[in-house]
């Protein structure tokens, strides 16, 4: 076969591979952040750890309740949600008068507890998740082999990404969503509930975390710490997508995804910062993030 | 910015130039407490203390003076320690020396990422600040000098100027002791000089500051920049009482705990900082038998301050004496 820059194309495309289904994770969890941010004004420490949750929520359906795959990918991030729901009314709501800073500092807290909580009955060594035998095996492409679980996690976060920009953006649920993002007090003013839509809309965004975190669970160990990098890296994406636009902060995860699968195959010390460095260009040539409206 | 807005405004003008009695007053007291402290408690606890209280110091310069919420500062802290503990024990410098070398390269490294990450304000600074610092984190652990896991350890402690020794642990407490009130000191001056009500101008009011016509950008760059330095003081510091360096210092829980610790002591008070370190370290050093438990507490702690008490311990005391502390 022939070699692209040195590089066998099998090396290529698996790599590629691996970068979208980062990208998938990244792209999910990013619009997410977005959505909680649109209404809420507040970045969700806690989405991470959310994340994990959900991995965990499929991992406990299994085990303690034998609740396979297919069920999980609807229950966990219900259940999650509602988790996020329940965050929101207690705790969340009482800060919306104050600086949105605040709303950072008590979801990262929460975050610490969770993951605390969740390391004092599991460890950090990690709990295997069986792929669901419907979606193992694989399929020989001819240049690459593709595994049938890979491919279903790409599959599975464009349908829900797209699902997500749909309602958001083309339902008359998602005009109500969108105005209230511009003015909340007019919204209200006409007879919509805002402070109810502002607690679905998170539990909607966590209930995205708990989702990638399901799909998650049958690739990486499910593990308390596996949403606590992930998430800077997640901030980082949302950093340079901006958070104005819900179709680009899903590009910029797929994108950024690919990019990082690229540098591991070109230049692998720099995987782990590519995104970083990227994120630092964008400050410097457009600070606003590449969909972001300036101000 | 409105982060401040719970904190206890500073009296007028003339107040803040020069110190008030009070203040000397708790400062004497301090010193005087800290000069004997080593008679009463173990000296690299207390030396542990002193470093994390002039960290939180160093944050609380950037975060209640300045409004900005950095949630990086562990890169500061943990790359001088790294910058120090290699001059030690690779260069063989001496340990003013090898803290002075920390202390540069954080102040450069707050410089470079400082000019890039005030380009955004509030949320984004927040997140652009923690992923740089994580990005120093995995460099830190895939360069060879900082021994990736292992991190630089048994450090040589040295001689101060090259004539004292400071192998006891006694003479170092003095050293560190020196250290710290030097730099909280500094930044006492920094906070009451022009310069630290430029920045209150600006924390408050970003809009009236710039008509006014301040740069307020090169005002925001000063003071990261300043903040950076010092972290790296405090972390460099730590490197030279611990004779370690490692991972812990740069990970990104580094820069919560700092956060906590202001937080929790009282953004934008003078003595807040020092509260809030002593209180979290002697806490983690008695829970440190509990293992994730300590994170779940400071995750709990964070949640309490925010929902219940931001002015934080300070601020209340300082509240309820009617005198800005």
Redesign the interface.
């Given at each position: 076969m022939f070699e692209l820059l040195g590089v066998p194309p099998q090396v290529l495309m698996g790599q590629l591979l691996l970068g979208l289904i980062n990208g998938s994770f990244y792209a999910v969890l990013s619009l997410g952040l977005a959505v909680i941010?649109g209404l809420l004004?507040?970045?969700n420490f806690a989405h991470g750890a959310q994340y994990m949750m959900g991995a965990f929520a499929a991992w406990m359906l299994l085990t303690y309740v034998g609740v396979g795959y297919w069920p999980a990918l609807i229950v966990a991030p219900l259940v999650v949600g509602a988790i996020g729901i329940v965050l929101e009314r207690l705790?969340l709501a009482?800060?919306y008068h104050?600086?949105?800073?605040?709303g950072?500092?008590?979801t990262?807290?929460?975050?610490?507890?969770?993951?605390?909580?969740f390391?004092?009955y599991y460890g950090i060594s990690g709990l295997p998740y069986q792929i669901p035998a419907s979606l193992s095996g694989g399929y020989n492409l001819g240049f690459m082999f593709l595994p049938t679980y890979r491919g279903w996690v790409v599959v599975a976060s464009v349908i829900v990404c797209f699902a997500t920009w749909f309602i958001i953006e083309k339902t008359k649920l998602g005009a109500y969503l969108r105005a209230a993002t511009e003015n909340p007090v007019l919204v209200g003013a006409f007879g919509i509930n805002v402070p109810r839509m502002i607690t679905l809309t998170y539990g909607f965004g966590v209930a995205l975390a708990g989702f990638a975190g399901v799909l998650a669970a049958p690739i990486y160990s499910v593990n308390p710490n596996m949403g606590?990098?992930l998430i800077?890296?997640v901030?980082?994406v949302?950093?340079i997508g901006g958070m104005g636009s819900i179709m680009g902060a899903i590009l910029t995860g797929y994108g950024l995804g690919l990019v990082e699968g690229l540098t591991r195959v070109f230049y692998p010390?720099g995987s782990?910062?590519v995104i970083?460095?990227i994120?630092?260009i964008v400050?410097?040539f457009r600070?606003e993030g590449l969909f972001g409206r300036a101000g | 910015?409105?982060?401040a807005?719970d904190t206890v405004k500073t009296g007028p003008l003339r107040e803040s130039i020069g110190m008030p009695r009070l203040h000397k007053v708790i400062f004497l007291v301090l010193l005087g407490l800290a000069l004997l402290l080593p008679y009463g408690v173990y000296p690299v606890f207390a030396m542990k203390v002193m470093c994390f209280a002039l960290f939180a110091y160093a944050f609380n310069l950037l975060l209640g003076f300045g409004g900005l919420?950095s949630?990086g500062h562990a890169a500061y802290f943990g790359g001088a320690s790294y910058v120090a503990a290699h001059a030690a024990k690779v260069w063989g410098l001496t340990p003013e020396l090898s803290i002075l070398a920390g202390t540069v390269a954080a102040a450069f490294l707050g410089l470079v990422i400082g000019a890039?990450?005030i380009?955004?304000q509030?949320?984004?600074f927040?997140?652009?600040t923690?992923?740089?610092a994580?990005?120093v984190y995995?460099?830190a652990?895939?360069v060879p000098f900082t021994g990736g896991e292992d991190g630089i350890q048994s450090v040589p402690r040295g001689d101060l100027f090259g004539l004292i020794s400071l192998r006891s642990n006694m003479a170092l407490y003095y050293f560190v002791l020196a250290i710290t009130f030097g730099g909280i000191l500094l930044i006492y001056r920094i906070v009451h000089s022009p310069f630290g009500q430029v920045l209150k101008a600006i924390r408050e009011n970003e809009p009236r500051a710039i008509s006014l016509g301040y740069q307020v950008n090169r005002y925001k760059l000063i003071v990261f920049t300043l903040s950076a330095a010092l972290a790296g003081l405090a972390g460099a510091t730590k490197s030279q009482v611990f004779q370690l360096a490692s991972l812990t210092d740069v990970h990104?829980a580094m820069s919560?705990e700092v956060?906590l610790m202001t937080?929790l002591g009282g953004m934008g008070t003078v003595f807040g900082p020092i509260v809030g370190a002593a209180v979290i370290v002697t806490m983690q050093n008695y829970l440190a038998t509990f293992?994730?438990?300590?994170?779940?507490i400071?995750?709990?702690?964070?949640?309490i301050?925010?929902?219940l008490f931001?002015e934080g311990i300070v601020g209340v005391i300082s509240k309820w004496l009617k005198r800005p502390l």
């Open positions: 941010f004004n507040i970045i705790m009482r800060l104050l600086d949105h800073l605040y950072l500092l008590l990262f807290g929460l975050a610490l507890i969770i993951q605390g909580l390391r004092n606590a990098d800077i890296v901030f980082a949302v950093v010390e782990a910062v970083f460095v994120m630092a400050l410097l600070p | 910015m409105a982060i807005e919420l949630f890039l990450s380009r955004r509030g949320i984004y927040a997140m652009v923690l992923a740089f994580q990005m995995f460099f652990l895939q990104w919560g956060v937080l293992g994730a438990w300590v994170t779940v400071q995750g709990a702690i964070f949640v301050s925010v929902l931001r």
